[in-house]
């Protein structure tokens, strides 16, 4: 099976701007999940979609949203940049659970200037 | 909340045992306990999953004590290649928490 891939790799946006993110995850899984990673705070969960529906979400503002698609890719969007959102965002999939194993990406490396 | 606590890093030898300890004083009766790794510039990689007792896979093998407060990664024979950072994760749903890594240096 291929595993989830993410896209792009690596962004570069200015603060104000809004990036979306996207996540094809394993075939079959259904459960997609987001993740912010940065050298100071590790790695923080955002939102979990499942069935095209957040099921779960962390302790993020809401400028950062999410949505899932019928066929389970995902999206992850982020409004109103700002320099402290420059971190790398993954996304894993799972097949029904979050507590099942889940199947990370590469990750999207994005900078704010 | 889940809360884990992990050591920052550690170092060892190739052919040693390596044990990483998790401490997560908050965990809920419902959650289980999973270790990751990851390498540079990619994505964190499912190593093993428990709830009590001990588990083992291929690659490694997980304690838990009663009390479940506590969890002990253990690497049996590790080499270069797993110079890694190493995450505990612990919760599920909105308190789902990872571990802040331990850094694994395995020197020749």
């Known amino acids: 099976k291929a595993g989830v891939t993410q896209t792009p790799r690596y962004l570069i946006k200015t603060r104000g701007q809004q990036v979306t993110l996207s996540c094809s995850p394993i075939?079959?899984?259904?459960?997609v999940s987001w993740y912010q990673q940065t050298p100071g705070q590790g790695l923080q969960f955002l939102f979990e979609?499942?069935?095209?529906?957040?099921?779960n979400k962390g302790n993020f503002p809401g400028r950062f949203s999410g949505r899932q698609f019928s066929n389970s890719r995902s999206e992850m969007n982020v409004s109103t940049l700002e320099l402290g959102d420059s971190a790398l965002y993954l996304c894993?999939?799972?097949?029904?659970?979050?507590?099942?194993?889940?199947?990370f990406g590469p990750g999207t490396r994005l900078l704010v200037l | 909340l889940a809360k884990t606590t992990q050591p920052i890093s550690m170092d060892s030898y190739e052919g040693q045992e390596v044990n990483i300890t998790c401490s997560h004083n908050?965990?809920?009766?419902?959650?289980?306990i999973t270790w990751y790794q990851q390498f540079p510039s990619q994505g964190p990689r499912f190593i093993i999953q428990?709830?009590?007792t001990k588990v083992t896979n291929e690659v490694a093998s997980l304690f838990i004590p009663a009390d479940r407060k506590s969890s002990t990664l253990s690497l049996p024979r590790v080499s270069l290649s797993d110079t890694a950072v190493y995450y505990c994760?612990?919760?599920?749903?909105?308190?789902?928490?990872f571990g802040a890594g331990t850094r694994l240096t395995v020197k020749p």
């Open positions: 894993a999939s799972s097949f029904r659970q979050l507590q099942e194993t889940q199947y």
């Open positions: 075939s079959g899984h259904r459960s």
């Open positions: 979609y499942f069935s095209e529906t957040q099921r």
């Open positions: 908050n965990i809920a009766t419902n959650d289980y």
């Open positions: 428990g709830y009590k």
């Open positions: 994760l612990v919760g599920e749903g909105n308190d789902m928490r």
